[in-house]
């Protein structure tokens, strides 16, 4: 069946590095979209990507979709210790524009101080 | 406006009992769909509701069902507990336009003992 994969699982930076954390599709997605989850919190949406090889920005984030549509990737520059959670991609399921999401495994993020 | 509220916030069970919980959406989303958040298996997809119409179901037993009433609030029922329904049960809600992000509430941690 589709699936979403997401890599590294756990990411440990020091307060100031950069962090990166990458999904890939097993099929093509007509959008992706990324959640950020605080630790005891609840997922909350960031930002939805659209067309290939799409690339938005978000202060110190930096969200790109693959040219091919099934793959994408977050970019956080300069981490801070707020950054602190775990990210997830999402893609509809086959054509699906519902509430119908398959979810990466995440990467939860750690920053040192 | 208010968020997607869930009810109870947590519950204990023990095997075999039968569980409902409960999600009113943001006002003016009738899409509610739920979500099981384990550690092992990630967020999951149980299902999702529209104007009362079950739209999408997951590869989960018939053990877990749910319904949407005509103001959008939507109940989900969990019989037969079984110790591996231990997990956060999260539901979301969005508007009817097309890839519309998720509004997730806090979630109901369901313990079975």
């Known amino acids: 069946g589709q699936q979403v994969m997401q890599i590294p699982q756990y990411q440990h930076v020091q307060e100031g590095e950069d962090f990166t954390t990458y999904c890939n599709s097993s099929?093509?997605?007509?959008?992706i979209q990324w959640y950020k989850q605080r630790p005891g919190g609840h997922p909350v949406f960031l930002i939805q990507?659209?067309?290939?090889?799409e690339v938005k920005k978000q202060k110190r984030l930096t969200f790109q979709f693959g040219e091919a549509k099934k793959n994408s990737s977050l970019h956080i520059t300069a981490t801070q210790t707020t950054d602190v959670g775990t990210y997830f991609c999402?893609?509809?399921?086959?054509?699906?524009?519902?509430?119908?999401?398959?979810f990466g495994q995440g990467t939860t993020l750690q920053v040192k101080p | 406006k208010a968020g997607v509220t869930q009810t109870p916030r947590y519950l204990i069970k023990t095997r075999g009992q039968q569980v409902t919980l409960s999600c009113s959406p943001i006002?003016?989303?009738?899409?509610v769909s739920w979500y099981q958040q384990t550690p092992g298996q990630g967020l999951q997809f149980l299902f999702e509701y529209f104007s009362e119409t079950q739209r999408n179901k997951g590869n989960f037993p018939g053990r877990f069902s749910g319904r949407q009433f005509s103001n959008s609030r939507s109940e989900m029922n969990v019989s037969t507990l079984e110790l591996g329904d231990s997990a956060l049960y999260l539901c979301?809600?969005?508007?009817?336009?097309?890839?519309?992000?998720?509004?997730f509430g806090n979630g109901t941690r369901l313990t079975v003992t």
């Open positions: 099929t093509t997605l007509s959008n």
């Open positions: 999402a893609g509809p399921a086959g054509s699906s524009n519902t509430g119908k999401l398959i």
């Open positions: 006002s003016g989303h009738r899409s």
């Open positions: 979301a809600s969005s508007p009817v336009s097309e890839r519309s992000p998720l509004h």
């Open positions: 990507l659209v067309k290939s090889g």
